[in-house]
Each structure stands twice: as structure tokens, then as C-alpha cells.
């Protein structure tokens, strides 16, 4: 047997770590630095703002804290919760179906979960049903739809490319779901119920309360921790099938880890807010301008990212105007421009 | 090592692309495929890598069948180089070669400072050290088919299979790919290469094969199987064979 050269080359001391390396941990504990200012300046700001001593009154004699205590505990801390895991999921999962379908337009809605996820909150409103149901309704729309994609994937992909498959099958998928969405609002009574699923699907944090977060926590940990786990082997994926399957990896097995995860986080996440659109394509883009492409690090990056930056987005939504903006609105009227910002100012194609 | 490819067919759904394939590699050795575009030698490299199931025969390495073998496996015994070429993102030099490590680490690991001394240390070995931390989008065609090669060496296979590793190259480059895969063989490695030049595989090759239409033409030594007739009929056009002073021997078109 030949023996394996090159391990005699070798030098016994370990290599310098990289300025590249020193940058991104930097840029990492920037991100963790903005992600806890946003937490906090959240936490303080708002139509009723709440000063660091009543929090502190708030949270150590709940019983005695009276409006401030209501506000602090019933309103804006779940939905600070609901921000910082929504603005997580939706920037993890975007982050990882670039990688995984290898391009970097993707967004977690590319294989019809936001669609499906809409029309099951859509059916559930025009039903009547109670907000626990249609949530239930929304989170089991976007999961139907993805394993509608999926399934009809499958024999196709066969014959091809299996990723490129999904993709153009996830669009399809999408577009019925879109359809059926614009059927049940052709349906609804105009007057109470359309309205509803209007501004249901625009997205927004108005109506959380705790005991949705107590629903998204855990589904979104259950989403985030796989996709942590193996993000180092999302590198690889990006290489294309055949390549990363010939360096040793079972790309089946993880691309299905892939959108299983993607699809909790973002079925999830439709089913607490509605539609939150560009969270998932924009933050990854920024996130790899400022740590690079490399997914040990970038999805990290996006986590803490996402969260801060929807953080800031709903302190706007819920402080600028005596009535609320809808949570959707704002991203895509920011995130839209922004993505242009960072196209043209893009020196390496796409970053 | 030894590479056995015995009695091979393999295909897409319906078309059998090669059949009747049979060769040997061993250690230290260079062989060079050569054959006509779509005569099937893509699909030959994605049978013995496990990328397409072969419809007959096995490739057996030191006799062993590795049609059970799990990626992992496959992977710490062939190293694939591909062609040069641009991913959607624009990873580093270094995070490049290191990509190769995942057929050593576990599901939810990541490289450590071992896998970076062996990544570095192969870069070294390419003479392309300085370009570690260059983005890997942003260096030349040659530079990235030798970053391609590293990532094969930090990978610890014995066998390297490299797709067409001249092709797109200037020719300095194609003549310094070249001497590396010469040195590679000396080092121990069994590689397995495609070629458009025959040039090339008297260069290097120390066996060659021809491919026609999914059929092995001839296999053997280059100077025995690399003649005016086995060349002229894979390709479909007049050619000389010439020997030049020093021995070696060059393929040049007829013109006419």
C-alpha cells in the first residue's frame, strides 16, 4: 500500500490562525453586541415607554407592578420573544436554502411554505375558527405544502437534478397556494372577514400574546438546533450535489435535515406573525458581507442578525404612529431598497 | 492500492452510456483516459465514485467491492477533482481545501487545527500557500484547478481522479498541472485521469485507455496504444504520430 505522503510536510507548530479568522470573530461579537443593545433598547421603548426601574419593579413583584408590570409582561416581552425568534428563524432557514439550492436569490419561501402556511391561516378565518385553530391550521398549511413540493419532486428528480427540482416544483406549489389564497379572499365577507386576512397576511406582532410564544419557542429551537449542528457541512452542500457527495457526504440525508428544519422555522413563523417577507433573503446577504461566506460562522452571524434587525424593524412598527404598521410592510419597504444597497455595492457578484 | 474496474456497464435510466469496461490502477501509477466527447468517460469517473450505480460489473478496490461502501468511505479512498469551477459564493482558498475534511469529520463537526495543518500543508505541496486566504472567486482558472488538486490531497485518498484537469488551462499552466500529477504518482498516489490531448498522456500517463462510443477501444501502455489508427479512429480524423529527438513522441492533426 502506498504510503500517504505529506504527513512528513507537516511543520509541528500550528498554523497562524488566518486575519481572516481574527475578522469574522470580531464581526461575530459586534453582531452579539448589537443583538443585546436591540434586546434591551426594545425592552424600554415603545407607545408606552418603560424605564430600567419599573422593569426591575416588574419583574421581581409582578403581583404590585400594576399598567407597567401588564405592558412589560403580558405585551412587549412576548413580543420581543416573538421578534427575536422569528427574525432568528427566517434568517437561519434563508440562509441555509441558499447554500443548499446554491443560489443566493433563494428565500425560505422558495418551496411554497409561506403559500400554504397563508391559505391555511386564510381558510381558518374565513371558517370562523378561534386563533389557536388557525394558527394550527397555518402551521400545518406551510408543512402540507412543503411535503407537496417534495413528493412531487421526487419522481421527477429522478431524471435530473434533484435540487433544481424542488425548485421549480416549489414554485409551482406556490403559485396554487397563492391562487387558493386569492379564492378565499374572493369568498370572505367583505366586510369583517376579508379585512382580517388582508392584515393577517401583511404580518405583524400586534396580536402576540404569550402563550403563542409559548408554542413558537419550542418549535423554533427544534428547527435551529439541527440546522446549527451541521451548518459547517451546508459549505459543502453549495458545491453541488455531485461534488459534495463525491468529498464524503450523504447530501440526501442532509438536505432533507435541511428543508425539514427550514420548514419548521418558517411555517412557524407564518402561523405567530403572517407573512414577514425579506427578513430570509436579506439578512444572509448582509451576515456575508460582514463575516463572509463560510457557515460555521455565517449562520451564527444571520441568527443574531435576524433577530436584532427585527428587533428595530417592530420597535418602528409598534412606536412611530399611533396606529401600527404591519410588521410586513416595513420589512419589504426597507428590506427591498436594502437589497439593492447591497448589490450595487457588492464587489464580488454576489456576496 | 489497487483499483480494479471489472466488466463495468452503467448508465442513465434508459441509455447505457459505457459497458464491457475493465482496467486496473495501481499505486504510483498515472492512467489516462482519452476518447471523444460523450464517448463516456464522465460517466465511467461517476461509476467507480459511486455517483451512478453501475447496471453490471464492480469496481473492486485491493478485491474488495465497494458497491456497500458508505460516502465516507468512498470518499477517504477516491479524491474527485473537477473542473475549475465558480461557486455561488466566494469562500476562501483555505475553506476551500478544507471542504475536503468532511469525509474525515464527524455530522456535527467542523474542521479543527489538525484539518488546517493539513489543508495548509497541501497548499504547500501545490506551491499555492500565498493564496490561502484569497477568495477562491476571484483567482485564475489555473489557480483554482490547483486549489481543486489541494483539496484532493487534504482529502487523504490514495486514488485521485481528476476530470479533464488541463482543460480550460493556458498552457503554462497545463504544463505545470501536469509535472504535479507526474510528482503526485511519485508520491505514492494512483491517479486517474481524463484527457483531450494525447500529448498529455504521453507526457504523463504511465497507462492509457481509448473510449469509443462507451467501449474501451485499446488499454495499455501509451506508446503501444496511443497509435495513428486507435487515435484516429476514437476521434474521427486524420493524424501523424511523430517521435521526436529524445524520445518522446507528439500527435499532430492531418490538415490536409
Given at each position: 500500500?502506498?504510503?500517504?505522503?505529506?504527513?512528513?510536510k507537516?511543520?509541528?507548530?500550528?498554523?497562524?490562525r488566518?486575519?481572516?479568522?481574527?475578522?469574522?470573530?470580531?464581526?461575530?461579537?459586534?453582531?452579539?453586541?448589537?443583538?443585546?443593545?436591540?434586546l434591551?433598547g426594545?425592552l424600554?421603548f415603545?407607545?408606552?415607554?418603560l424605564?430600567p426601574s419599573?422593569?426591575?419593579?416588574?419583574?421581581?413583584?409582578s403581583?404590585?407592578?400594576g399598567?407597567?408590570?401588564?405592558?412589560?409582561?403580558?405585551?412587549?416581552?412576548?413580543r420581543?420573544f416573538?421578534?427575536?425568534?422569528?427574525?432568528a428563524?427566517l434568517?437561519?432557514?434563508?440562509?441555509?436554502?441558499?447554500g443548499?439550492?446554491?443560489n443566493?436569490?433563494?428565500s425560505?419561501?422558495i418551496?411554497?411554505?409561506?403559500?400554504?402556511?397563508?391559505?391555511?391561516?386564510?381558510?381558518?378565518?374565513?371558517?370562523?375558527?378561534?386563533i389557536?385553530?388557525?394558527?394550527f391550521?397555518s402551521?400545518?398549511?406551510?408543512?402540507?405544502?412543503?411535503?407537496?413540493?417534495?413528493?412531487?419532486?421526487?419522481?421527477?428528480?429522478?431524471?435530473?437534478d434533484?435540487?433544481?427540482t424542488?425548485?421549480?416544483v416549489g414554485?409551482l406549489?406556490?403559485?396554487v397556494?397563492m391562487?387558493?389564497?386569492?379564492?378565499?379572499?374572493y369568498?370572505?365577507?367583505?366586510?369583517?372577514?376579508?379585512?382580517?386576512?388582508?392584515?393577517?397576511?401583511?404580518?405583524?406582532?400586534?396580536?402576540?400574546?404569550?402563550r403563542?410564544v409559548?408554542?413558537l419557542?419550542?418549535?423554533?429551537?427544534a428547527?435551529?438546533?439541527?440546522?446549527?449542528l451541521v451548518r459547517w457541512?451546508l459549505?459543502?452542500?453549495?458545491?453541488g450535489?455531485?461534488?459534495?457527495?463525491?468529498?464524503?457526504?450523504h447530501t440526501?440525508?442532509?438536505?432533507?435535515?435541511?428543508?425539514?428544519?427550514?420548514?419548521?422555522?418558517?411555517a412557524?413563523?407564518v402561523a405567530v406573525?403572517?407573512?414577514v417577507?425579506?427578513v430570509?433573503?436579506?439578512?444572509p446577504h448582509?451576515?456575508?458581507?460582514?463575516?463572509?461566506?463560510n457557515?460555521?460562522?455565517?449562520?451564527?452571524?444571520?441568527?443574531?442578525?435576524?433577530?436584532?434587525?427585527?428587533?428595530?424593524?417592530?420597535?418602528?412598527?409598534?412606536?412611530?404612529?399611533?396606529?401600527?404598521?404591519?410588521?410586513?410592510?416595513?420589512?419589504?419597504?426597507?428590506?427591498?431598497?436594502?437589497?439593492?444597497?447591497?448589490?450595487?455595492?457588492?464587489?464580488r457578484?454576489?456576496? | 492500492?489497487?483499483?480494479?474496474v471489472?466488466?463495468i456497464?452503467c448508465?442513465?435510466?434508459?441509455r447505457?452510456?459505457?459497458?464491457?469496461?475493465?482496467?486496473?490502477?495501481?499505486?504510483?501509477?498515472?492512467?489516462?483516459?482519452?476518447?471523444?466527447?460523450?464517448?463516456g468517460?464522465?460517466?465511467?469517473?461517476?461509476?467507480i465514485?459511486g455517483?451512478?450505480r453501475?447496471?453490471?460489473?464492480?469496481v473492486?478496490v485491493?478485491?474488495e467491492?465497494?458497491?456497500?461502501?458508505?460516502?465516507?468511505?468512498?470518499?477517504?479512498?477516491?479524491?474527485?477533482?473537477?473542473?475549475?469551477?465558480?461557486?455561488?459564493?466566494p469562500?476562501?482558498?483555505?475553506?476551500?481545501?478544507?471542504?475536503?475534511?468532511?469525509?474525515?469529520?464527524?455530522?456535527?463537526?467542523?474542521?479543527?487545527?489538525?484539518?488546517?495543518?493539513?489543508?495548509?500543508?497541501?497548499?504547500?505541496?501545490?506551491?499555492i500557500?500565498?493564496?490561502?486566504?484569497?477568495?477562491?472567486t476571484e483567482?485564475?482558472?489555473?489557480?483554482?484547478q490547483?486549489?481543486?488538486?489541494?483539496?484532493?490531497?487534504?482529502?487523504?485518498?490514495h486514488?485521485?481522479?481528476?476530470?479533464?484537469?488541463?482543460?480550460?488551462?493556458?498552457?503554462g499552466?497545463?504544463?505545470?498541472v501536469?509535472?504535479?500529477?507526474?510528482e503526485?504518482?511519485?508520491?505514492?498516489?494512483?491517479?486517474?485521469?481524463?484527457?483531450?490531448v494525447?500529448?498529455?498522456a504521453?507526457?504523463?500517463?504511465?497507462?492509457?485507455?481509448?473510449?469509443?462510443?462507451?467501449?474501451?477501444l485499446?488499454?495499455?501502455?501509451?506508446?503501444?496504444?496511443?497509435?495513428?489508427?486507435?487515435?484516429g479512429?476514437?476521434?474521427?480524423?486524420?493524424?501523424?504520430?511523430?517521435?521526436?529527438?529524445?524520445?518522446?513522441?507528439?500527435?499532430?492533426?492531418?490538415?490536409?
Amino acid at each position: 500500500m502506498a504510503a500517504v505522503p505529506l504527513q512528513a510536510k507537516l511543520s509541528q507548530t500550528a498554523p497562524e490562525r488566518s486575519w481572516r479568522t481574527d475578522r469574522s470573530s470580531l464581526a461575530l461579537a459586534a453582531l452579539g453586541a448589537a443583538f443585546v443593545a436591540s434586546l434591551f433598547g426594545s425592552l424600554l421603548f415603545g407607545r408606552y415607554p418603560l424605564s430600567p426601574s419599573v422593569w426591575w419593579h416588574a419583574l421581581t413583584n409582578s403581583a404590585s407592578a400594576g399598567v407597567p408590570g401588564v405592558v412589560l409582561l403580558q405585551v412587549r416581552l412576548p413580543r420581543i420573544f416573538a421578534d427575536l425568534l422569528i427574525g432568528a428563524g427566517l434568517s437561519v432557514s434563508g440562509a441555509a436554502y441558499q447554500g443548499l439550492f446554491r443560489n443566493p436569490m433563494v428565500s425560505p419561501d422558495i418551496l411554497g411554505v409561506s403559500a400554504g402556511a397563508g391559505l391555511g391561516a386564510a381558510a381558518g378565518i374565513l371558517f370562523g375558527l378561534d386563533i389557536v385553530a388557525i394558527q394550527f391550521l397555518s402551521f400545518g398549511g406551510g408543512l402540507l405544502a412543503v411535503l407537496l413540493t417534495c413528493a412531487l419532486a421526487a419522481p421527477v428528480s429522478r431524471r435530473g437534478d434533484p435540487v433544481l427540482t424542488l425548485v421549480l416544483v416549489g414554485i409551482l406549489v406556490g403559485a396554487v397556494f397563492m391562487s387558493l389564497i386569492s379564492l378565499v379572499k374572493y369568498v370572505a365577507d367583505t366586510n369583517t372577514k376579508l379585512p382580517a386576512i388582508t392584515f393577517w397576511l401583511m404580518g405583524s406582532m400586534a396580536a402576540v400574546n404569550p402563550r403563542d410564544v409559548r408554542l413558537l419557542a419550542p418549535i423554533a429551537i427544534a428547527g435551529l438546533v439541527p440546522l446549527l449542528l451541521v451548518r459547517w457541512r451546508l459549505n459543502v452542500l453549495s458545491f453541488g450535489e455531485e461534488e459534495a457527495r463525491a468529498l464524503g457526504i450523504h447530501t440526501g440525508r442532509l438536505r432533507w435535515t435541511v428543508i425539514l428544519a427550514s420548514t419548521l422555522l418558517t411555517a412557524s413563523s407564518v402561523a405567530v406573525a403572517g407573512m414577514v417577507g425579506w427578513v430570509g433573503l436579506v439578512i444572509p446577504h448582509l451576515a456575508r458581507m460582514l463575516v463572509g461566506p463560510n457557515y460555521k460562522v455565517l449562520l451564527p452571524a444571520s441568527l443574531l442578525l435576524g433577530s436584532s434587525y427585527l428587533l428595530l424593524v417592530d420597535d418602528v412598527a409598534r412606536s412611530v404612529s399611533a396606529t401600527e404598521i404591519p410588521l410586513g410592510i416595513l420589512t419589504a419597504l426597507v428590506g427591498a431598497p436594502f437589497f439593492l444597497y447591497l448589490m450595487t455595492r457588492s464587489k464580488r457578484g454576489w456576496v | 492500492m489497487n483499483l480494479e474496474v471489472r466488466n463495468i456497464a452503467c448508465g442513465y435510466a434508459q441509455r447505457t452510456v459505457v459497458r464491457n469496461i475493465s482496467f486496473g490502477l495501481d499505486s504510483g501509477e498515472v492512467f489516462s483516459l482519452l476518447g471523444a466527447n460523450g464517448s463516456g468517460k464522465t460517466t465511467l469517473f461517476k461509476a467507480i465514485l459511486g455517483l451512478l450505480r453501475p447496471s453490471e460489473g464492480s469496481v473492486l478496490v485491493d478485491g474488495e467491492d465497494i458497491a456497500s461502501w458508505s460516502r465516507r468511505q468512498v470518499a477517504r479512498t477516491f479524491a474527485y477533482v473537477p473542473q475549475a469551477h465558480t461557486p455561488p459564493f466566494p469562500f476562501s482558498v483555505r475553506d476551500v481545501v478544507l471542504m475536503a475534511r468532511a469525509a474525515h469529520l464527524g455530522i456535527v463537526e467542523s474542521p479543527g487545527r489538525n484539518d488546517r495543518m493539513i489543508a495548509d500543508a497541501s497548499l504547500e505541496t501545490l506551491g499555492i500557500a500565498h493564496l490561502a486566504d484569497a477568495h477562491y472567486t476571484e483567482i485564475s482558472g489555473g489557480e483554482r484547478q490547483l486549489v481543486l488538486i489541494a483539496r484532493a490531497l487534504a482529502q487523504r485518498s490514495h486514488f485521485l481522479m481528476m476530470d479533464e484537469p488541463t482543460s480550460n488551462l493556458d498552457f503554462g499552466n497545463q504544463v505545470r498541472v501536469l509535472r504535479h500529477i507526474k510528482e503526485l504518482a511519485a508520491r505514492g498516489f494512483g491517479l486517474l485521469t481524463t484527457t483531450h490531448v494525447p500529448d498529455h498522456a504521453f507526457l504523463c500517463a504511465s497507462r492509457v485507455a481509448v473510449l469509443k462510443d462507451g467501449r474501451l477501444l485499446a488499454s495499455g501502455a501509451p506508446d503501444d496504444v496511443l497509435t495513428e489508427g486507435s487515435l484516429g479512429a476514437a476521434y474521427g480524423v486524420a493524424l501523424r504520430i511523430r517521435l521526436l529527438e529524445g524520445g518522446m513522441r507528439v500527435c499532430v492533426p492531418e490538415m490536409n
